[in-house]
C-alpha cells in the first residue's frame, strides 16, 4: 500500500519569504500523480498544484512549484512571497495513475500547519 | 467556476440515529468520492462511485455506511446508525472524465458531530 509522510508538523515564514514544505512517499508503481492540497481554517481542501510522474518538469503555479524526485520518491512544495492568506494546512496527496490496476483513491499525509508572520 | 456543494455545513445527532449527508458535484463529472477527517488527523478515503456502482471502499466503510446517486445530480453518505466516533469532517469530492479523471475536486465538507 502506498503511503504519504510529511515530516514537518508545522512550519513558520516570513511575508513575502520563501519556504519550503516536505513530502515523501512509498510506492512499487511507476505511474502516478501527486497533488498538494491546501485547507485554511474554512476547512475546505483546495488544490495547489499537481505533479504527473512521467514528467520530468517540476510543476509550477504562480508562486508555487514543486521539487520532484522520483528516485527518492520526493516532492516538495515551495511557496515564494509567501502572502497571510497562505497560511493553512498542506496536504501531500499521492494517486495512483490507474494503469496498472491500482487505486483512484488519494493517499493524504498528516498534513504541516504553515504559519505566514506579517 | 463550478465547484462542488455539501449540506449541511453542519450535523448534530444523536448516538444511534441515522444521518445523510449530501452532495452536488461537478455536473459533468464521473466519479465521486468520500473522505472524512477525525479533528487532528489526516484525510481518509471512505468510497468511491462510479456508475451508479461502489468501485473501491476503505475498512473504514462497512455496513453502517452506505452511498446513493438517487437522482443525475446528488450524491449522498448515509450512516445508518451513528456512533461516536463517527464525529468527523466529512468530504465529497469528484472528479470528469478520463483525461480529468486524476484530479479530484472537493466540496467544503459537513462537519458530523454525533453526541
Known amino acids: 500500500a502506498q503511503t504519504v509522510t510529511q515530516s514537518q508538523p508545522e512550519m513558520s515564514v516570513q511575508e513575502a519569504e520563501t519556504v519550503t514544505l516536505s513530502c515523501t512517499y512509498d510506492t512499487s508503481e511507476s505511474d502516478y500523480y501527486l497533488f498538494w492540497y491546501k485547507q485554511p481554517p474554512s476547512r475546505q481542501m483546495i488544490l495547489v498544484i499537481r505533479?504527473?510522474?512521467?514528467?520530468?518538469q517540476n510543476a509550477t503555479e504562480n508562486r508555487f512549484s514543486v521539487n520532484f524526485q522520483k528516485a527518492a520518491k520526493s516532492f516538495s512544495l515551495k511557496i515564494s512571497d509567501s502572502q497571510l492568506g497562505d497560511a493553512a494546512m498542506y496536504f501531500c496527496?499521492?494517486?495512483?495513475?490507474?494503469?496498472?490496476?491500482?487505486?483512484?483513491?488519494?493517499?493524504f499525509g498528516k498534513g504541516t500547519k504553515l504559519t505566514v508572520n506579517p | 467556476e463550478p465547484e462542488v456543494t455539501q449540506t449541511p455545513s453542519h450535523q448534530v445527532t444523536q448516538m444511534g440515529q441515522e444521518v445523510i449527508l449530501r452532495c452536488v458535484p461537478i455536473s459533468n463529472h464521473l466519479y465521486f468520492y468520500w473522505y472524512r477527517q477525525i479533528l487532528g488527523q489526516k484525510v481518509e478515503f471512505l468510497v468511491s462511485f462510479y456508475n451508479n456502482e461502489i468501485s473501491e471502499k476503505s475498512e473504514i466503510f462497512d455496513d453502517q455506511f452506505s452511498v446513493e446517486r438517487p437522482d443525475g445530480s446528488n450524491f449522498t453518505l448515509k450512516i445508518r446508525s451513528t456512533k461516536l466516533e463517527d464525529s468527523a469532517m466529512y468530504f465529497c469530492?469528484?472528479?470528469?472524465?478520463?483525461?480529468?479523471?486524476?484530479?479530484?475536486?472537493f466540496g467544503a465538507g459537513t462537519r458530523l458531530s454525533v453526541l
Open positions: 505533479q504527473e510522474a512521467y514528467k520530468q
Open positions: 469530492a469528484s472528479s470528469g472524465d478520463s483525461l480529468a479523471k486524476n484530479i479530484q475536486y
Open positions: 496527496a499521492y494517486r495512483s495513475a490507474g494503469t496498472q490496476g491500482g487505486s483512484e483513491k488519494l493517499v
